[in-house]
């Protein structure tokens, strides 16, 4: 099991900045894909960026140009820099992570597959 815990969020006004923190806990296991999703009542879940293990970065249109994802792999943390902060950034930003997850069978590597995993959510609100 993969354990996602995030700091960071609060209010802000617009203009402003803020950074999001997740950091990925548990035991034997390897991160895939990290990142964050928001989600505001009534519509579905978005991808605002998730940055996969090669560097490569999915980042959402709206949020070009003004959110940076860094990842420490070291720690398993992924950042959020959020810049320029507009009033439609309000939500709720949920840390994502796809691991794959292992054990061992006395001295044989078992993999056990990737699955999603999600954080507990914070509140980024931005006040116009």
């Known amino acids: 099991q993969v354990q996602l815990v995030e700091s960071g969020g609060g209010s802000v006004q617009a203009g402003g900045s803020m950074r999001l923190s997740c950091v990925a806990s548990g035991s034997k296991f390897t991160i895939n894909s990290m990142g964050w999703y928001r989600e505001v009542p009534g519509k579905e879940r978005e991808l605002v960026a998730v940055?996969?293990?090669?560097?490569?970065?999915n980042l959402e249109d709206s949020v070009k140009g003004r959110f940076t994802i860094a990842r420490d792999g070291a720690v398993n943390t992924v950042y959020l820099q959020m810049n320029k902060l507009k009033p439609e950034d309000t939500a709720i930003y949920y840390c994502?992570?796809?691991?794959?997850?292992?054990?061992?069978?006395?001295?044989?590597?078992?993999?056990?597959?990737?699955?999603?995993?999600w954080g507990q959510g914070t509140r980024v609100s931005v006040a116009s």
């Open positions: 940055r996969a293990k090669d560097g490569v970065v």
């Open positions: 994502y992570a796809d691991a794959s997850t292992y054990t061992y069978k006395g001295w044989t590597r078992v993999d056990q597959g990737n699955r999603d995993y």
